[in-house]
């Protein structure tokens, strides 16, 4: 039997890919890799469907740390929201457990991997890119795209091996990792409607307002108010369950996918976007101008090769190293409130504040030049535009 690795969720898709493989005479290695999405009793309840429906093993891997690590503290320094919107949730996600699952096929020797991905979006290429690039020749299986089946057609095949699939759950599709949750319905295939109360996993509970200090060292977020945490992802984690019951986080993103359609999805990801723009801000503070300009040009570039499945690019690595390099003065609090369905952030308090140099106040005086420096500099400052009118005056 021929060894094959598969990303497995334990949804619908890929359960349905461990028997239809088996069946095909493969000797299915069912790897799911945990992104900070599951819990203790989902990861059981993984294995023992897997196992039951003929797979040889089933292997979690937990690669949060490495998540965070890896990917998510440069989208912190990069302040990556996909069109000004998106934290990149299951973008950067499904990029470690494509790349976690092709590691795992060459370590244990495998012939094949496999996912369930449909042909009709970005995961496809995110996995079968980072599978090409695993450095064997590993046959890359895709039964859901390759046969195109209905939700209803894989439940019966199911049902006729003795797996009674549940009914779903709800109306919406829920994806959940430490960045954020995915949330798509009907009224993401359309460009009119927005999603309702009933369809994000956690309601607004929150009625009164609360204020929040966000805190950050070099770059990277610690924690918040006076609490301590043992690392950046423990502070995620509780960010996220302070945050998200006061509904804010929450929107509905419109982006173009790898293969050159439009989609939309809704997401919910309160402490992805609170660490965001708190950090957007606090680097206003702390950076010069041209750091803050060639961050933005370079971090959109980042966003983008991410999103497209091109994490493995040497490029990255590049661009990273640029971010990191401008973090070091970027330190301190960022003071936030949270109101039911929106948030404000109201200022920072900062060691490397540049605002409170002692050199002036902004529009109302000055302490390090004179009236006559100003004359003098914004007369040379206009000789190239005078060289320019001149010339073309004479034309």
Known sequence: MKKLVLAYSGGLDTSFCVKHLTDEGYAVHALTVDTGGFDTAEIAEMEQRALSLGAKSYKRIDVTEAYYRDCLRYLVYGNCLRYQTYPMSVSAERMFQAITTAQYAVEIGAEAV?????????????????????????????????????RQEEVDYLAKHGLQWPEKKGTYSINAGLWGTSVGGAETLTSDQPLPESAWPVPVTETESRKLDLHFTEGQFTGFDDQEFDGPVAA??????????????RDVHVGDTIIGIKGRVGFAAAAAVLIIKAHHLLEKHTLAKWQLFWKEQLSNWYGMMLHE??????VMRDIEAFLESSQGTVNGTVHLTLHPHRYTVDGVTSPNDLLGAGFGSYGEMNKGWSGDDVRGFTKILSVPGRIRNKVDGEK
Do not use: M, Y
């Open 309 to 314: 499945g091109q994490f493995q690019d040497p």
């Open 236 to 249: 995620i984690k509780a960010l996220e369950q302070l945050a998200a019951p006061f509904g804010v986080g």
């Open 114 to 150: 496999a996912h369930g991905s449909t042909g009709a979006g970005n995961d496809q290429v995110r996995f079968d890119l980072a599978f090409e690039l695993s450095g064997r020749e590993l046959d890359i299986i895709t039964p859901i795209r390759d046969l195109k089946l209905s």
